[in-house]
Structure formats: structure tokens, C-alpha cells
């Protein structure tokens, strides 16, 4: 039986500190009707226009979302003195997102990832019987859903707003043979953002044959700004007693290993920067942080969210909190960003110049027995929700 044959409660907010906003900050938050607007983002090649949907909360929370990948290219929230600064990586054009620069370096900058979140050994996996081989696209490996994956498609989009939140749901219809997976599937992703300063991120598939899918989010934050330097001072928190260890190509060796007395212990906050420099195997395979953390459930029942992260830049007070319903999250401390790529004002975007955390089912699962199943089968709902929670505290000098 998969993971997904009962489909269950997934409750907001589970887990979050609710902060209360400094007085600057409220003093700034503006009260404004949440909206939500079509913009267009220019055409692909063959001539199918891209749109752009901005949305806004009735504090001035703005989130831009693109059909091409489902990408949010930009996302700005106030600091603690009611500064705003966009807090996500990527550009306000669609071309930077396919230039041969951005190939070369494909970092998925805000982008849904689909089918499969990070890596599949070899490219390959066996399924009732049946091998099946993906695209390699990360050396031998396949990386975030092959050569062309959910990040690189062209979604339709339905906007909706109600009294407290703005939102846009996205489609996406991947066809049988899709980069080697088997089965037609038809994915929803919708993106919400309330009136309590959270992004909602819903996932829903089908599948008409049974197939892997662990979907995620490939948003990379700066807390103090994208381009203003480097995200090594971020203090955070990962709600983690352990994490997969990997081999020199990035793909889990099968073990749960202990965070304690590790540089990968994130249990109380910490600065990202704090160990990333250690002498230590695991960290010297990934050039830093690339990670999948097995998240903390306690009493929590699989599938419902639980906090998995706390990041807090110390001298704005930007806080982001992150609750997911996955079992997982792949912590990336931008490590293979190296200054190719110049972001929306203009700035280098260098190495760990942006962080991301994206919530998931293990990597290379379709592989490892031992994992939670990612296989879906016909008949099932894939579901899972993440939540982004913005907010502020006093910043540390
Ligand atoms: C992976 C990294 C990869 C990055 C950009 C992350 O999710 O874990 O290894 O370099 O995405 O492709």
C-alpha cells in the first residue's frame, strides 16, 4: 500500500510561532483589499504566451508567479524597521530564465519541480516488474524530473480571491513517457497567500499508471534581500534528528544517520555558516549544505504539517517559518551558485548568495525500500501542502 491511499487532514498553521509584528512593522503594514493581476511575461519560442500573476495581501505582501514552471519570481515582505526587499532569487524577464547561462548552471530558481524532487540513481528504477529509464541529466543521475521537467513547462493558470486570500491554481498535464516516467499525470498546484502572511503550496496528481512522484517548491531565499550577499549569517532552525547521508554523487546511501554532534545538527538555531566549512565528508560531497533532513513528527500523524524550518536574517528580522505535510526537507545552502547569473537588480548572484528548502519525500526513494513510498497509483490523490510563514522580530546585531 502507498502513502497515498488515505488522504488526510492537513491543517494550517500547525507548529507556528505566531510572532507578534514590532511596532514598526505595524506601522507600516498597509490595510489594502487583497488582489490578484494578470500580467504578461513575454512568449515562448513556438508562440504560447507567458502570464504573470501578481498577488497581493492586505498588508502589501506581493508574489509574482509565472505559467513557465510555475516559477515565483519575486516575493516582498517588510522587514522589522517596515523596509521592503524582494526575499526570492530570479529575474523579471523570461528570457534570463532561458538563456544558455541559465541552462548551464540550472539552478531552478523558484520553480515547481516535477516529477521527481532531486535525484534518481543512475536514472533508473524498477516498478511491478518493469525497469524504467529516466533522462540523466546530473552526470549518470537524474536530477528534479530529467532534461526537461515541470520547470521547464508551461502551466494553465485560474486565478481566485475571496475576502482574505489571493491565489492562483496552476496546471500542469505530464503525458505517459514523459522523461521515462510511466503514466499520464495530471498535477494541480495551487498557490495561496493570506491575509496571516503565509504561502500556501497545495499539491495534487493523478496518475492512470503507477509512477513516482515527490513534487516540491525551488524557491531560493535571502532574507535580507535578493543580491545583497551572502545568507551564511541566516540563523536557522531545522526540526531534524537526522538526515540521509549521501555519496560523492549526491544519491542517499540508505542510512538515517544522527544529526547529534554533527555540523548537520540544526536543532537549536544556527548560523548556516556556523560548521559549513568543517572537515567533514558528507559536507565536502555537497560543497556545503545539500541535504535531505528527516523531519521530527512526535505525535504528528504522517501527511499532517509540522514545522520543519526557522530561518531568521539577523539584522533586518526577517523570520521565515516553513510547515509541510512532507516527511522530508532537502536543505541547500546555494552552493553551485558561482556569479554567472546576474539577478533582477542587477547584482551577481554568488555563491550561497540564496538558500532553499525544499520539502519532500527522500531522494532516489523509487530505489531505496527502506524510504516512504513515492509511488502513486491509479485511483490514489497525491496530496501535500507546504505553508511559508513571514513575519519579523527585533534584529540581532
Ligand atoms: C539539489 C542540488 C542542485 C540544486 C540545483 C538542489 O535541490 O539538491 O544538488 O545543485 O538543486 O539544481
Not at 568543517?278 to 500523524?301: C, E, I, P
Request: aromatic share 10%; hydrophobic share 35%.
Amino acid at each position: 500500500m502507498s502513502r497515498f491511499s488515505g488522504i488526510s487532514r492537513l491543517a494550517m498553521g500547525v507548529g507556528m510561532t505566531c510572532l507578534a509584528l514590532s511596532a514598526a512593522q505595524a506601522n507600516t503594514m498597509q490595510t489594502q483589499s487583497p488582489s490578484v493581476e494578470k500580467e504578461s511575461f513575454g512568449q515562448l519560442p513556438d508562440g504560447r504566451k507567458v502570464e504573470a500573476y501578481h498577488l497581493r495581501n492586505g498588508h502589501g505582501i506581493d508574489m509574482k508567479v509565472i505559467t513557465y514552471g510555475g516559477i515565483i519570481t519575486s516575493l516582498r515582505t517588510p522587514d522589522a524597521e517596515g523596509e521592503w526587499a524582494d526575499v526570492v532569487l530570479g529575474f523579471d524577464n523570461l528570457a534570463d530564465y532561458r538563456s544558455e547561462a541559465y541552462r548551464q548552471s540550472n539552478p531552478y530558481f523558484g520553480a515547481l519541480i516535477g516529477r521527481y524532487g532531486n535525484r534518481i540513481a543512475e536514472g533508473r528504477f524498477t516498478l511491478d516488474g518493469t525497469t524504467h529509464e529516466l533522462a540523466t541529466n546530473d552526470g549518470a543521475n537524474h536530477l528534479h524530473g530529467g532534461e526537461r521537467g515541470f520547470d521547464k513547462r508551461l502551466w494553465t493558470a485560474a486565478p481566485f480571491e475571496n475576502d482574505s486570500e489571493v491565489g492562483v491554481e496552476l496546471t500542469y498535464v505530464s503525458e505517459d513517457g514523459e522523461e521515462g516516467y510511466p503514466g499520464r499525470l495530471e498535477t494541480h498546484v495551487t498557490y495561496t497567500l493570506t491575509a496571516d502572511d503565509e504561502v500556501i503550496i497545495d499539491y495534487h496528481a493523478t496518475t492512470d499508471k503507477a509512477t513516482p512522484v515527490n513534487l516540491t517548491q525551488h524557491s531560493y531565499f535571502n532574507l535580507a534581500g535578493e543580491g545583497s550577499g551572502s545568507i551564511v549569517d541566516h540563523r536557522m532552525m531545522l526540526n531534524a534528528d537526522a538526515f540521509t547521508p549521501v555519496d560523492d554523487t549526491l544519491i542517499p546511501t540508505g542510512e538515517l544517520r544522527d544529526v547529534a554532534d554533527t555540523p548537520f545538527d540544526f536543532r537549536e538555531a544556527t548560523p548556516i555558516g556556523a560548521r559549513i566549512g568543517a572537515d567533514n565528508t558528507q559536507l565536502a560531497y555537497g560543497q556545503g549544505y545539500d541535504h535531505n533532513f528527516v523531519l521530527m513528527r512526535d505525535a504528528t500523524a504522517e501527511d499532517e504539517l509540522v514545522l520543519a524550518a526557522r530561518v531568521e536574517a539577523p539584522d533586518s528580522g526577517r523570520v521565515l517559518e516553513i510547515a509541510t505535510s512532507e516527511p522530508g526537507v532537502q536543505f541547500y545552502s546555494g552552493n553551485f551558485l558561482d556569479g554567472t547569473l546576474i539577478g533582477k537588480q542587477g547584482k551577481a548572484y554568488e555563491k550561497r548568495s540564496g538558500f532553499a528548502l525544499e520539502t519532500q519525500h527522500f531522494p532516489d526513494s523509487p530505489n531505496q525500500a527502506a524510504f516512504p513510498s513515492t509511488i502513486l497509483e491509479p485511483g490514489e490523490t497525491y496530496q501535500s501542502r507546504t505553508v511559508w510563514r513571514f513575519s519579523t522580530q527585533t534584529p540581532t546585531p
